[in-house]
């Protein structure tokens, strides 16, 4: 991932990672005066929607570069640079959207943000999972991230110690005018890491895609976001 590299062009590139922040946070609105840390908060997508509840939201993200983008598009946060994956300072609520999957170990994680909240404590957490880009997946393999499904991603957090109060997987089908315009996105958004095909591998994916994912003048690309309203045990 190259978050802090395309912090610039994040906000034109990831429209679905918009819709579902904005749809975790109308799945299940806090009380206006709530205090919550976000983790992981880019560019303050997840951020405006909270403020709009009339919630204090500490805004907290790794990269600096993100973060000044999202200073300047959520002012009334309190954005700080902050590690999401280790121990975290005292919290009384924790949200977050398109971030926890890109942890090696996400239930060791999950732990460290359960620890840092009171019990029952919430948790409003957003991430992609099966069959999100399952076409693209099945052209080039799966790796870097671990692609997990609904049922998968909900046994982690009751092994790091979250009650689920409710849960619902978001799919769409997202439409790009190519495949080249989905791998631009992609890449624009930072979500890809260092290249893992050469140049001839690259053409013959594009040239797939475009083949098996056309609907009529566009390709199709399913995008999948689990939320969940959760509490700490
Ligand atoms: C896909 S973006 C999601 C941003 C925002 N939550 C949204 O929904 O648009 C992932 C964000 O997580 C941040 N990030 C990635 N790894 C991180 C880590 N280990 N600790 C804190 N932030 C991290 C990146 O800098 C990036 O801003």
């Not at 590139?13 to 946070?25: D, G, I, K, T």
């Not at 393999?141 to 978001?170: C, M, S, T």
Request: negative net charge.
């Amino acid at each position: 991932m190259r978050f802090d590299e395309r912090a610039g062009s994040y906000e034109e590139h990831a429209a679905p990672q918009r819709r579902f922040a904005e749809a975790l946070a109308a799945f299940a609105p806090f009380h206006r005066g709530a205090q919550v840390t976000e983790l992981g908060a880019g560019t303050g997508f997840l951020t405006n929607a909270l403020l709009a509840q009339g919630v204090f939201v500490e805004a907290t993200d790794a990269s600096p570069a993100m973060i000044e983008v999202g200073q300047a598009a959520a002012p009334t946060a309190v954005w700080k640079q902050r590690e999401a994956f280790g121990a975290q300072p005292k919290a009384k609520a924790i949200a977050s959207s398109g971030l926890l999957h890109w942890a090696a170990d996400p239930v060791l994680v999950l732990k460290q943000w359960r620890d840092a909240l009171p019990k029952s404590g919430r948790l409003l957490l957003g991430v992609p999972c099966d069959p999100c880009l399952n076409e693209l997946r099945d052209l080039t393999g799966e790796g870097p991230i671990r692609w997990r499904d609904e049922a998968q991603w909900l046994q982690v957090l009751d092994h790091a110690g979250f009650d689920v109060r409710a849960h619902g997987v978001l799919e769409s089908t997202e439409t790009y005018p190519s495949a080249i315009d989905l791998m631009r996105a992609l890449h624009g958004s930072g979500v890809t890491g260092s290249p893992r095909l050469n140049p001839g591998e690259l053409r013959n994916l594009i040239r797939d895609y475009d083949r098996l994912h056309r609907k009529g003048d566009a390709v199709v690309a399913t995008w999948a976001w689990l939320l969940v309203d959760a509490v700490a045990r």
